[in-house]
């Protein structure tokens, strides 16, 4: 359903931009902007700039841009209408909408008919806790004893599912949810019942206490399960399935919860267990997540980047923990975070372990027995080696590689003396096994990247087509004769599309007359309105300069149309008018608005510190000079262009004498406006 524009309006003007990216990335202060890492491409060096004035973003990295609205869509990958919804319910906004049907549900797309679905599942598991006996008597009973206190469940949304076939289908179908759309979000299984061809539907859990899996958002997109009553046929633990909305392998548990905390305390403790957040949470440690099951990913690794550089393992202390740990060691090392490691004593793990202790004493284990990566290896293999040379010297191999996968080279430089002190041995001897396993890592590399290349040259050599018998010179003769002088139709002759070049290599090439409209829209953007002397503006000089020209390049010439549209109104268009999408809908020109008035880099204040003065694009002498030179650029280029158009005419052999000398002399006058823009512009002319 459509949202009335002035409730939209009510939306914008309530959401805070800074706020609303910090829900998903940690933004550190730049000049008068804030800069992060993109959470839309991966990337060391922060590109993503935010604009609090303007309200926009731009990623000069990636070329994302947008406003608040734009950055909801793109970052949950959901539609405009369920971005303001978002933000309508973030900013407490109320939307005054018809409750929606069945059938308006169904029309929704899938990602978002999911997450509702989900969200119905969520509150039926936490009401048949509350409400019902066995929900109570079971469910509530185990988070009970697990010393979880109401505040604590609430905010994690547990619940508890009955032990029954089909309590939350049956319930979903009275609330005009579709049985179809629940089996896509996994919370119901079809198996065929019999050999007849009948199928049966049933819940996908039943008697377990429910742990919702949310996003960074905050929306349940999955739920884990833990079954109470022994059963070797059914698993302890039992998760939702991938879907649209969930790939475990790009989810933390806890991540909703805790992100505020890890961006206050700067580091993120990452652990294995749902129960082990939920402690740790409940004992005042909230920036905590857990890999819920699955061993640690790069995506995952990448989400914990967004709020902080810094990540700490926390692994039982058994063989499985040490396992998971060093699994996970190089991955985080890859990525670029700093990493230090802790494992609890032997049979504890942060949930007992917290339970144990209590959170103070937590803390100060954490501070007092983590170590960085190279302690952590390291204190393993002089323990295994003892005084075996051998084994010392593969110990210092293996941290080796680990420092390898470092992508900062100032970092492997000075971590290289750290293992020379760590082991005992020359710093140099350390930098040589360095630099032996980065040249074997080169040349595996460059080994597979030749094996690729010939798979795929063995794939295309099958798949190419048999090769035709080349056209003998009869062929071509009677191909000819047949052809009359006059009007014979010319067969088609189809050109085979030349290999797609990969998408990382494409690149976008604009003429110059691309770049010197884009220039005047820029000037047009930023500075429309300022006057250039009393009672004429930029725009009005502008428009009057191009009044009979027309842009090449689109969306150029749709943005210089919106002005003269305007202007003719008695209105000077702003930034902020293409940045709100006040004037135009399409997301192409709130892009190009947000590149051009988005510069990348500012001027220190240390420059005015020591009396160095940049001369300022504000200052009018400069902004009229500017604009004048651009509209000449610009009229210089359309004559270069009307002149070759003209040469081409010349050219052709069937041009009467009076259209030649037409030509002729529209040649000649270009050619006089192009001199005289050249003089103008002080261009050095060659004779």
């Not at 088609?492 to 003429?511: F, G, N, S």
Request: glycine fraction near 6%; proline fraction near 4%.
């Amino acid at each position: 359903m459509r949202i009335p524009e002035e409730t939209v309006e009510r939306i914008r003007q309530a959401s805070d931009i800074l706020e609303v990216i910090n829900d998903f990335v940690s933004l550190k202060k730049r000049g008068s902007n804030y800069i992060a890492c993109c959470p839309f491409h991966n990337e060391k060096t922060p590109s993503f700039n935010v604009n609090p004035v303007r309200q926009i973003y731009k990623c000069f990295g990636c070329g994302k841009a947008g406003d608040a609205v734009r950055f909801v869509m793109d970052i949950e990958n959901i539609g405009y209408g369920e971005a303001l919804r978002y933000l309508a319910k973030k900013y407490g906004v109320e939307i005054e909408e018809q409750e929606q049907t069945p059938e308006e549900l169904l029309r929704q797309n899938e990602r978002e008919s999911l997450l509702i679905a989900l969200n119905f599942a969520k509150t039926y598991f936490q009401e048949l806790m509350q409400q019902t006996d066995e929900g109570k008597s079971i469910g509530l009973s185990y988070f009970r004893e697990r010393g979880f206190t109401n505040p604590t469940i609430d905010a994690f949304e547990l619940g508890y599912s009955l032990d029954q076939w089909d309590g939350l289908l049956q319930a979903a179908i009275k609330r005009g949810y579709n049985p179809d759309m629940l089996e896509k979000a996994g919370l119901i299984l079809r198996k065929e019942a019999d050999g007849g061809g009948k199928t049966k539907t049933f819940d996908r859990f039943r008697g377990r206490v429910m742990f919702p899996i949310h996003n960074v958002s905050g929306r349940v997109i999955a739920f884990g399960a833990r079954i109470l009553k022994t059963d070797k046929n059914q698993p302890k633990y039992l998760n939702s399935p991938e879907t649209t909305v969930y790939h475990k392998s790009q989810v933390l548990y806890g991540i909703y919860q805790a992100k505020q905390a890890i961006r206050q305390e700067d580091v993120c403790f990452l652990t294995e267990g749902y129960t082990d957040v939920i402690s740790l949470h409940q004992a005042g440690i909230k920036n905590v997540v857990a890999s819920s099951g699955t061993s640690l990913t790069t995506e995952q690794i990448r989400l914990v980047a967004r709020f902080t550089p810094n990540i700490t393992i926390l692994y039982d202390g058994d063989a499985a923990g040490i396992k998971a740990a060093l699994r996970g060691l190089d991955m985080v090392l890859e990525e670029g975070l700093n990493l230090r490691l802790l494992l609890l004593p032997d049979g504890e793990d942060p949930d007992s372990y917290v339970h144990k202790v209590g959170a103070e004493a937590f803390k100060a284990y954490i501070k007092q027995h983590s170590q960085d990566f190279i302690d952590f290896k390291a204190s393993r293999w002089l323990t295994e080696a003892g005084d075996d040379p051998l084994k010392r010297a593969e110990g210092i191999s293996d941290v080796c590689a680990s420092i390898t996968r470092i992508p900062d080279l100032l970092k492997r430089q000075t971590l290289s003396q750290r293992v020379a002190q760590v082991f005992h041995v020359s710093e140099q001897s350390v930098i040589s096994e360095i630099n032996r396993l980065l040249r074997k890592q080169q040349e595996q590399g460059q080994k597979e990247a030749e094996r690729q290349q010939h798979r795929t040259e063995a794939t295309n050599r099958q798949a190419a087509p048999a090769p035709q018998q080349a056209p003998t010179t009869d062929d071509i003769n009677a191909l000819l004769s047949s052809l009359s002088d006059s009007d014979a139709d010319l067969p088609d002759i189809v050109i085979p599309d030349a290999p797609a070049r990969p998408a990382a290599q494409a690149k976008t090439v604009q003429t110059p007359l691309a770049l010197q409209e884009a220039e005047c829209i820029r000037l047009l953007l930023n500075h429309g309105a300022r006057e250039l002397e009393p009672g004429i503006t930029l725009c009005q000089y502008v428009l009057s300069e191009l009044d009979d020209i027309d842009f090449q390049t689109s969306p150029y010439n749709l943005i210089l149309t919106l002005y003269r549209e305007a202007y003719a109104q008695g209105d000077i268009l702003l930034a902020a008018d293409f940045l709100n999408r006040r004037v135009s809908t399409e997301q192409a020109i709130q892009e190009q608005a947000i590149h051009m008035t988005t510069p990348r880099y500012e001027i220190s204040d240390g420059w005015q510190k020591h009396e160095i003065f940049v001369p300022s694009e504000e200052e009018i002498g400069i902004l009229a000079d500017a604009a004048y030179r651009n509209i000449l650029r610009i009229k210089k280029m359309l004559a270069e262009q009307r002149m070759s158009q003209i040469q081409a005419q010349m050219r052709e052999p069937a041009n009467s004498p009076d259209e030649a000398d037409r030509l002729m002399l529209e040649f000649m006058g270009m050619k006089r406006v192009d001199m005289e823009i050249s003089r103008l512009l002080g261009t050095v002319i060659s004779g």
